[in-house]
């Protein structure tokens, strides 16, 4: 990769074999955007990209001038007040009362790697010659703040990683009343715009539309990253298709109030701007003081929607996730929530974990209900300490028992959250975020401890240290089951109060960084009430999350095909749970059920001394199959093949690295009578290679099953034979695909 600055032209440009992405220092010593997208030539006069047109009514900088008129430059930090009439990446409310910025280029320098963002979590390099970074200041010769600009480029891949640093370099106290992450200023607005959105149990669904003048956005004001809207976002071409055309994807990496917006303007120039949401945010910055804006990640592709997905699954599973479990293939769990609520005694989750560890399963996750008082969701919420008449000997006990039986043990926690009826609240009732003198809405009965207060931290994390210090606890679910309101806290004074959300989310940094530095080995999976907070975020710290509360298998398979779109399979957690659903009642086949979990970090979600002996046999045989093939299915390359969004019938599928290997899973929703002829074209398998699929003695090449594709048609449909397994609806199969030598 390259970083180029002509110093004639003052043009920027950062290349790589895929992506190049252009700036210029513009004649008022902004920053200009020239171009993203593929690799293009580099030259000395780089410059001539920049379109300048004189149009009628524009406001103008020089005088005489009437084609240099912000309102129609393509720029980099746009700001607000001085001509441009779109929403700007930056405002700064001055002590006169002043919102104008003037950011003129001051200087740059390129640094190898990438530096990392104090308490924030970004993505990273191991070696210096995995990026490089272009920091370039520049200075608002009035106030004298510094803006501090990010750029990187990875070395592999169309990645540019973006941030800002705020440095208040003047005399005078500021607030940034708006500092977003990015701005891509983009010169056509040919694109449909792809986002993840949904609801509670509904997460992540994808949803397309064509971009259209004005603004379009999504975004959270919740206090996290919330079910409804992901911190995602794609802009695709309306050719663009899973597997090839051009798409761009935006992601921001934050777990708090997000904006993600596209202004489409009178000349169809399309402004992406991504970063935390201005409405719910201000930061009063004192002379010498500077503020580090989140990271926002872009991704250019021509390969289309699955080329942008790989490229993200690459960098978020080796470069933003860490640590111990980053690369290692994640234990079969089974988690005891929807096996017993709030219903159980030690001996009862003994005898589940015994029958787990006969099945094959490698860790027992205790849930909600160990701790306090909390017999049911109304009371003991900040109570970290197990309850003895449930678990009289505490949390070291259990987990030993569970050591002894040869399963590993681990444990829920709501870490940010109390309930009034606890010993925690009653301590300190001023510990949660609420306005004085107003009335506290409460979710789940349960109210949210200020996070932006370090005295509250320190405290929560003084209890599960010494929890996770004194038992064997090898795996933490961080839950976290309400948003944000009548957000105020004491602790800080009124000028800061737009900081909260901002300062609880750094809060939750900050915990997680504890812990995870503290208890390296311990494995977190991240959660909201399911997929409230799957974002980037939270993959810095914990490598897999649990995607949604929803388990119903035909539910699940558009909640991560949608979550697909970003997050690597490795981070998505999914269970097998019982039938009927406790969600939508639904009775799926139990093979469907695992079927649909194997793309994900796998695990069982129901007691299963409740199944059949065959059912038992047949659990069996899907564990020692997920043993066998997890790294694959865990790691390997992810194809979207099917969508489940627009037919009855889904497909996806992993490729090895070596490419001798593949698996594709086969879905269908409803069953056919007599149906068409099917069959699913294959994609990433070596053309040259002759792969056998499951057990038959039929063999074909990859170029056969790439172009002819994979016969999937179902002849029993229609025809219920005895001597057949019937077919029924949430129909599913899986093909293992393993390179032959032919003679
Ligand atoms: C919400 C989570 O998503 C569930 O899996 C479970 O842990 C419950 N909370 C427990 O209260």
């Known amino acids: 990769m390259n970083i180029v600055y002509h110093q004639q032209s003052k043009v920027f440009h950062m290349y790589n074999e895929s992506i190049s992405y252009v700036m210029m220092v513009l004649k008022n010593g902004h920053l200009g955007h020239l171009y993203f997208g593929k690799k293009i030539h580099d030259r000395k006069g780089m410059s001539d990209l920049l379109e300048l047109a004189a149009r009628p009514m524009a406001s103008c900088t020089f005088m005489g001038d009437k084609a240099f008129s912000l309102e129609h430059i393509k720029q980099e930090l746009p700001v607000f007040g001085t001509g441009d009439y779109r929403s700007s990446a930056v405002e700064i409310s001055q002590e006169n009362g002043s919102r104008i910025s003037d950011f003129q280029y001051h200087s740059h320098h390129v640094d190898s790697g990438k530096p990392l963002l104090t308490g924030l979590p970004a993505t990273y390099t191991e070696d210096d010659d995995e990026a490089s970074t272009l920091v370039i200041d520049l200075l608002d010769p009035v106030t004298k703040v510094r803006a501090e600009l990010f750029y990187t480029i990875f070395a592999e891949g169309g990645i540019i990683a973006r941030s800002i640093c705020y440095h208040n370099e003047g005399a005078q106290a500021l607030k940034l009343e708006r500092a977003l992450s990015l701005c891509l200023d983009l010169p056509d607005c040919e694109y449909q715009w792809l986002q993840l959105s949904g609801a509670w149990s509904r997460e992540r669904q994808i949803e397309i539309h064509k971009l259209a003048s004005g603004i379009q ?69 004192e002379p010498k003081e500077c503020f580090q804006t989140p990271e926002a990640v872009m991704i250019y592709t021509d390969q289309g929607l699955n080329g942008m997905s790989q490229t993200f699954h690459r960098l978020y599973q080796k470069r933003l996730a860490r640590g111990y479990w980053r690369d290692r293939e994640r234990p079969i769990l089974i988690n005891n929530w929807e096996a017993t609520y709030f219903d159980f005694t030690e001996e009862k989750l003994l005898m589940i974990a015994s029958k787990a560890k006969e099945c094959g399963i490698e860790l027992f996750v205790l849930d909600d209900g160990w701790f306090g008082a909390r017999n049911n969701d109304q009371a003991g919420l900040g109570d970290w300490m197990a309850n003895p008449a449930r678990l009289p000997n505490g949390i070291a006990g259990i987990a030993q028992r569970m050591e002894e039986m040869g399963i590993k043990f681990g444990l829920w926690f709501e870490p940010e959250m109390v309930n009034e009826d606890s010993d925690l609240y009653r301590r300190h009732p001023e510990w949660v975020i609420s306005v004085p003198g107003r009335a506290k809405s409460h979710g789940r009965y349960q109210y949210v401890l200020d996070f932006s207060n370090r005295e509250v931290v320190d405290c929560i994390y003084e209890m599960m240290a010494k929890i996770l210090g004194q038992a064997k606890v090898s795996y933490v679910k961080w839950d976290m089951n309400r948003s944000i309101t009548e957000c105020f806290s004491s602790n800080l004074p009124p000028e800061r109060q737009g900081e909260v ?171 056919v009578v007599n149906g068409r002829f099917t069959r699913v074209r294959l994609h990433g398998l070596d053309p040259e290679i002759c792969y056998q699929i499951n057990a038959d ?47």
């Open 501 to 671: 959300y901002h300062r609880y989310i750094l809060g939750v940094y900050d915990l997680y960084e504890r812990l995870t530095q503290q208890f390296p080995e311990v494995l977190f999976e991240s959660c909201a009430s399911g997929g409230g907070r799957f974002d980037p975020g939270m993959l810095y710290y914990a490598p897999q999350g649990w995607a949604s509360d929803d388990t119903d298998a035909v539910e699940r398979m558009k909640i991560q095909y949608g979550t697909s779109l970003c997050y690597p399979i490795s981070s998505i957690g999914t269970h097998v749970s019982m039938v009927p659903n406790h969600q939508v009642y639904r009775q799926t086949p139990l093979h469907t059920r695992a079927n649909v979990a194997y793309f994900g970090t796998f695990g069982y979600e129901l007691d299963l001394n409740k199944l059949t002996e065959e059912e038992i046999a047949e659990v069996k045989t899907q564990i020692a199959f997920m043993k066998q093939y997890r790294r694959l299915l865990q790691f390997g390359t992810f194809y979207r093949i099917k969508s489940p969004f627009a037919e009855n019938e889904m497909a996806w599928m992993v490729v090895s690295e070596d490419k001798r290997t593949a698996i594709v899973g086969w879905y269908r929703v409803l069953n």
């Open 217 to 285: 956005a999504i975004g959270s004001m919740r206090g996290n990253s919330s079910h409804h809207h992901n911190p995602f976002l794609a802009l695709k071409r309306p050719e663009t298709t899973e597997s090839q055309g051009e798409a761009i994807g935006f992601s921001l990496i934050y777990s708090g109030n997000f904006l993600m917006q596209a202004e489409v303007d009178a000349h169809d120039v399309t402004r992406v701007l991504a970063g935390i949401h201005p409405d719910t945010f201000s930061w009063k910055l």
């Open 697 to 743: 003695s039929f063999c074909c090449y990859g170029d056969e099953l790439m172009n002819l594709g994979l016969c999937t048609t179902d002849s029993t449909a229609g025809e219920v034979r005895r001597e057949q397994t019937p077919c029924t609806d949430f129909e599913s199969r899986l093909y293992v695909l393993s390179a032959v030598e032919l003679e």
